[in-house]
């Protein structure tokens, strides 16, 4: 699937109309998009892909004892606290896949700033090709 159609799909601003927010205005250079999709996921990636914690099983088994305090070549077996989720990651990086770890805040205000975050990013990649309008936030 082309960025583009990954991108369109998932275009949310149908649903988000009919949750209570606040709305936002701000204007943007089209020829513009692919630098500010490259600048999104450079700030939004950490935040939902995470940062890169295994890509092998040693990697894995490091990750778990720092992370959960668990041995997992020791006595960790099925019905322990995290073993379906090891026995998972163990599973994609045999597949051939990098596990992720990251960490979400659910403070009321951490959307708004991270907003005002990537507004501030945007207008500071080329002068005039991005603006803020009417941003300011309100619950």
């Not at 009919?18 to 999104?40: F, M, N, T």
């Not at 092998?56 to 606290?81: R, T």
Request: some cysteine; glycine content about 10%.
């Amino acid at each position: 699937m082309k960025n583009d159609e990954v991108w369109k799909k998932a275009d949310l601003s149908k649903e988000a109309a009919s949750v209570p927010g606040s709305g936002y205005l701000i204007a943007r250079e089209v020829q513009a998009e692919e630098c500010q999709k490259d600048l999104l996921y450079e700030l939004l990636g950490p935040v939902f892909f995470g940062w890169k914690e295994a890509e092998n099983e040693a990697e894995l088994a490091v990750f778990f004892s720092q992370q959960y305090g668990i041995d997992v070549h020791g006595d960790f077996c099925e019905g322990d606290e995290h073993y379906e989720e090891y026995l998972e990651a163990q599973q994609a990086i045999a597949e051939g896949l990098a596990v992720y770890g990251g960490r979400i805040t659910f403070d009321e205000n951490s959307l708004a700033e991270l907003a005002e975050k990537v507004w501030s990013s945007m207008e500071g990649i080329k002068k005039g090709g991005f603006r803020r309008i009417n941003t300011l936030l309100e619950e």
